[in-house]
Structure formats: structure tokens, C-alpha cells
């Protein structure tokens, strides 16, 4: 035993600290500091481990002696000035004993935290949510070193007298705010017993003491680990493993990886939230006796937008596949709040949020549609953003703080790639791509507006392709990114071949019928977004006054050009209107979603243009899948 770990000992144990029959206190140099039951000798269940009493405790109440009320700074910056005072007194310190088994300027073994990463550790993290939370945490803990020094400084300094060195530097600051991060009612010594998500162990406090006790026995030479609950390596709402302590878990069960919506998005979700709560304020207030005007009301909301998505245990062999779960699930709220980012106009006024992430399952809506594919198109960039750095990293790890980033970054990636192929595979089926499943005919690609309706239509609205796009192979309108083109040309199409024909004008009447499907989709559009319409978006993707004109003129020269070259076409109407085609872009810019690609790689250049088919039936009255599609 080294003479700091016998200091230290010293100091625990005369401070009252107490250790459990047959355990021992070792440094290896290697694992830091841990405790190992005896050689030969056994630790029975329910045992105490070791005790460790407040005094002992690095806590706010044991350094602020009741005089902290006064100050803005907060109880737990207190404490981390407080540390960086008592470091700098040296022996002097009545906390010098734990100091020097601690990690740092003081050990030969740094902190593992990838705050203190170096260039070569760092790049097992980049691209990953561990790489910005790391820039964030340090650009928040300057802030509030300044912040904390200033406001110290203008404090009492007979309250604060530890607060007057004021040239400590931020380097310094940061570096004991790390070991402090997790201190509070936390013993030294408990808080340094190694982490294992199965160690089966009981914290206690009482009054004047915390106690570790076991619930299993446990044999001569065993290590004794602590259990910090269910933590994912990733960051969490609170710290994460490896941000917070400086390790990783192997294969962890409560993994799981960050996933955060844009600020456009934010500011849709506290949009709608601030709508909904006015309008189910009026709502109460309707009816009631108001003998004079009330001011009216204005309801902020603040998200954050972030949530997190984990791995659900392997579904079982053997499973029936029309009712396989997704293999994921999101964090509480996360998948309502994305929703309201996607509503549509319509949408807002009716829909509710979604709160099931299953694609497969009753009832499906555009904007479910919607949110997943979104979703999963995220989750694609960041497995991109990660694994575009392959290039750059060695062949294995070189020290501890890179196997536990590597262990991290593995298994970011893994999730990243399950729920994306998930959510891909559950689209494949959908759109009729896996052929164990009939497709879901409300959802439209462009290969099904290219097959799907009358003989005579298909033909006009191919030849309108040919002539104003260069091609009416799918694949090909994809790559040249024209897909919104020819779905606003193809509903202008629908459109028109619904009203009535004119003999005079040279056009057949009595044309075959649309599939029904489609013909009560034209026609909710009609209803929906007529001129007269009160619905009015709230969103930025609709066209501007110049776009919309602009984009609309193009459409309607290929309209013109198709009509030139076929008299007998459907667009050779005088409703075939540049007007006419801007409300058509309107709907499809209103109804349709971008997904992930379902015939190449995963990637930004494959993601596609898909169309709902909405029938416009309250969600109760909505037909389940199974009765949707024929299996």
C-alpha cells in the first residue's frame, strides 16, 4: 500500500469512516483506487461494505456554514470554487488526504473524461453527440467560472474569504469542477468504488452517515463495484458515463443514442403549443359570464427538441411478422413533440401527436409518415457524420481513453444503423417493395403515379414528362431532383381529367374513372384547399409570392408544351392554368414527405419524395392497415 493511500486511510478512518469486515482498500495504479474483499475470507449478504460519515462528505452544507443564501452563484459553483481553493493550500487543506488519490496534476494518471482528451483521443469521437456535448460542457463551464468569480468577488468577503484568490485560472476551474460534477450528499469513497450495471448493492443514508451494503456474498479477491443505476454511455438528460465519469460499458442495456431536432423545428413544436393553449383556453373561458373584455393571452412553451432512442431486446425466432414491433423506442415525448413539427396546415387544427413509433400499426397518417422518415433520415446523417471518419482512426485503440470512445462509438453506430434499417425495411413493405407484404396504396412514390390510373391518362401524363422533364423514368427524375415536379404536374393532370370533358373542343368525354382512392383524395384536396379555404400554413416551405410565380410558369411550359404536341391530352384545357398549378404545388408541398431512400445506399442523395393519399376521415373512422392492404 502506497504512503497516499495509507494517508488517506488514516484521515477516512479518523474522521469516522468504517469499512465492513474483510474488505481492503487498494491502489493498483491501474483501476485507481477500489475495494477487494481479503484473500481467503468472504463478505456474507447484507453486509456493509463501508460507511463513510457527512463530515467527510465534500457537500455544500459542510462549506457554506450558512452564509451562502446571499450570493447568486449556485450551491454546486460554490462548491467547485470552494475546491479549487482548498487545492491550491496545499498540505494545508483538511481535504489534501483525498486530493492526491485523485486523478490529475497530482497522479500519474490523468482524467479520462474526454474533456481532457488529447488530439489523438479525440478523433474516436468525432461526428458523434459525445463530440459536441464536450465543446458545450467546456464553453459552459468558462461561462460559469466567470460568472461564479465575478459575483463571488463582489460578495462578503468574510463570508467568502476562500473566494479572493482571484487568479485561478479557468484551466484550473474546469479541472475540479470535473471531480465536483457529481458531489453533493456523495461520499469520497463511495463515489470511487468501481461501476458494474450488475453490481447488486444498496445505498443508505441516516442522519450522520451513508452506507454501501451488498445484496450478494462475495468471495476472497473479489473487487466490490458500485452501481450508479441504469446509465447509457451516450449523454442523457442527466450525465452520461462516459462524459461524467470517464469510462464506458461493454454491450451496456441502457445504451442508447441522442437524437436533436433543428431550431425551425423547436420553433414549429412551441408554435403549435402556444395555439393549442390558447385555443383550449377560449375554450374554457367560452359560455362563462365576462362582463368586460379580457386581455388576451399569449402562451409560450419551451422545448428542447432532444430526445434519445435505444434498442429493444432481439424480437424472438419464429415471430409472426405481421405483428413484429420495431426494434426501438424513443424517449417519453420525444415522437409528440416531433410530430407537431411536421403537422401540415390541416394538421394543426385537428391532428393529435403521435405517440407510436411502430409503422406498421393502426391508425398510419401522413403525419406519421412524416415524423419517422424524418427521423430516420437524421439518425442516417449521423451515422455518416461518424462513420466518415473511419479514415482518420489507427487499427485499434493505443490507451484506456481511447477503447472506452471506441467502446462508445461502436455502439453509437450500431443503433444508428439498426433503427434506420428498421425504419427502411418497415417502408420497403409498405410501398410493396418487400414482397411479403402488399403494398399500403395511400402511400405514393413516383414509380406508382407512373402505373397507376387509366390507360389514357398514364399516357398523357408520361408525355408530359417526356416533353418538359427529358424523361419519365423514375429513377432518373429522382437523380435530376425533379420529383416535386412530377407529382405537381401529375395532381394538375388528376385535376383536370376529372372535370368535364367537351366534344366541341375536340377532347373525349365520358372518360374512364380514376381508381377510387385516388379520385376521393382529389377531392379532399378540393374541398381541403380550395380558394376559400381557411387554412393557412404555418411553415416556411411553401412557396413565396416570387418562387411560387416563377416555379409555376415553369410548370405550366410543360403543361403547354404536352398539350402542343398532343391535342387529345388531358393538360389541353383552359384550366390548365399557371394558377392552376401553383395550388397544385401548394397540395403537394402540404401532403407529401421526404424518406429515406428505398433502392440505394443510405444517404442524403437517395432520400425520395413520397405522397400520403389522405381520405380525409377523423383517425377513429380510419381503416387499420390490415384492412387497407391485401396481405
Known amino acids: 500500500m502506497t504512503d497516499k493511500l495509507l494517508l488517506f486511510k488514516k484521515w477516512f478512518l479518523d474522521g469516522g469512516g468504517h469499512f465492513g469486515d474483510h474488505v481492503e482498500l487498494q491502489y493498483d495504479g491501474q483501476r485507481n483506487l477500489h475495494l477487494r474483499i481479503a484473500d481467503g475470507q468472504r463478505l456474507e449478504a447484507g453486509s456493509c461494505v463501508v460507511s463513510c460519515p457527512h463530515a467527510l462528505t465534500l457537500s455544500h452544507r459542510n462549506i457554506s456554514q450558512g452564509k451562502c443564501e446571499a450570493t447568486s452563484v449556485s450551491t454546486l459553483n460554490l462548491l467547485r470554487f470552494f475546491l479549487i481553493e482548498q487545492y491550491h493550500l496545499g498540505e494545508q487543506s483538511f481535504w489534501w ?70 487568479h485561478v485560472s479557468a484551466s484550473k476551474f474546469e479541472l475540479n469542477m470535473q471531480e465536483t460534477l457529481h458531489v453533493g450528499c456523495d461520499s469520497h469513497l463511495l463515489k470511487e468504488l468501481s461501476q458494474h450495471p450488475n453490481a447488486k448493492v444498496t445505498w443508505q443514508w441516516t442522519s450522520d452517515a451513508c452506507y454501501i451494503s451488498t445484496h450478494v456474498s462475495l468471495a ?160 442516417q446523417k449521423q451515422y455518416v457524420a ?88 423514375a429513377v432518373k427524375i429522382r437523380q435530376q431532383r425533379l420529383s416535386e415536379s412530377a407529382f405537381t404536374v401529375w395532381l394538375c393532370g388528376l385535376w383536370l381529367w376529372t372535370l368535364p370533358g367537351s366534344v366541341s373542343d375536340g377532347r373525349p368525354s365520358g372518360r374512364p374513372p380514376l381508381p377510387a382512392r385516388t379520385a376521393a383524395w382529389v377531392d379532399f384536396a378540393r374541398a381541403t384547399y380550395d380558394e376559400g379555404s381557411r387554412i393557412v400554413s404555418l411553415w416556411s416551405h411553401l412557396p413565396t409570392s416570387e418562387e411560387g410565380r416563377l416555379l409555376a410558369e415553369s410548370y405550366h411550359s410543360i403543361v403547354k408544351a404536352a398539350a402542343a404536341k398532343h391535342q387529345q391530352s388531358v393538360y389541353n384545357h383552359p384550366d390548365a392554368t399557371a394558377a392552376r398549378l401553383l395550388w397544385c404545388l401548394r397540395v403537394i408541398r402540404e401532403e407529401s414527405f421526404m424518406s429515406p431512400g428505398l433502392d440505394g445506399e443510405a444517404g442524403d442523395e437517395d432520400d425520395e419524395l413520397k405522397l400520403f393519399l389522405e381520405d380525409g376521415m377523423s383517425i377513429a373512422d380510419r381503416m387499420p392497415i390490415s384492412d387497407a392492404v391485401v396481405f
Not at 385555443?279 to 432532444?306: D, K, L, M
Not at 479514415?391 to 467502446?407: F, K, S, T
Open 386 to 473: 461518424i462513420t466518415e471518419n473511419d479514415y482518420y482512426l489507427p487499427p485499434w485503440p493505443m490507451n484506456q481513453r481511447q477503447l472506452c470512445a471506441a467502446r462508445y462509438r461502436r455502439r453509437q453506430i450500431t443503433i444508428l444503423h439498426t433503427v434506420s434499417c428498421s425504419i427502411v425495411a418497415d417502408l420497403r413493405r409498405l410501398t410493396g417493395l418487400d414482397r411479403t407484404w402488399s403494398r399500403d396504396k395511400r402511400i405514393m412514390r413516383l414509380e406508382h403515379i407512373l402505373k397507376a390510373g387509366p390507360k389514357e391518362f398514364l399516357t398523357d401524363f408520361r408525355a408530359a414528362l417526356h416533353v418538359g422533364l427529358g424523361t419519365r423514368d
Open 97 to 166: 488526504p483525498y486530493f492526491r488519490i485523485l486523478p490529475g496534476p497530482l497522479s500519474e494518471y490523468p482524467f479520462d473524461t474526454p474533456l481532457y482528451y488529447n488530439d489523438d483521443d479525440l478523433k474516436w469521437i468525432q461526428g458523434t453527440s459525445l463530440e459536441h456535448s464536450r465543446r458545450n460542457m467546456e464553453a459552459m463551464w468558462r461561462e460559469e467560472h466567470a460568472h461564479g468569480l465575478q459575483n463571488l468577488l463582489a460578495s462578503d468577503r468574510t463570508h467568502y474569504p476562500w473566494s479572493v484568490p482571484a
Open 220 to 379: 476472497g479477491g473479489a473487487e466490490i463495484f458500485n452501481n450508479y443505476a441504469p446509465k447509457s454511455n451516450e449523454e442523457r438528460e442527466d450525465i452520461s458515463v462516459i462524459l461524467g465519469y470517464g469510462f464506458s460499458l461493454f454491450m451496456n442495456p441502457s445504451d442508447h443514442c441522442n437524437i436533436a431536432l433543428g431550431p425551425v423545428a423547436v420553433a414549429r413544436i412551441e408554435q403549435v403549443l402556444g395555439q393549442r393553449a390558447v385555443s383550449e383556453q377560449a375554450s374554457e373561458e367560452e359560455g362563462s359570464a365576462i362582463t368586460e373584455s379580457a386581455p388576451s393571452t399569449t402562451v409560450n412553451h419551451r422545448v428542447t427538441g432532444v430526445g434519445w432512442v435505444r434498442l429493444l431486446p432481439t424480437v424472438p425466432s419464429g415471430a409472426n411478422i405481421n405483428t413484429i414491433q420495431p426494434a426501438y423506442a424513443f424517449s417519453e415525448s420525444f415522437l409528440g413533440h416531433a410530430s407537431m413539427a411536421f403537422f401540415n396546415a390541416r394538421e394543426t387544427m385537428t391532428e393529435e401527436p403521435i405517440a407510436d413509433a411502430n409503422l406498421c400499426s393502426f391508425p398510419l397518417t401522413r403525419n406519421k409518415l412524416h415524423t419517422i422518415c424524418a427521423t430516420a433520415m437524421i439518425f
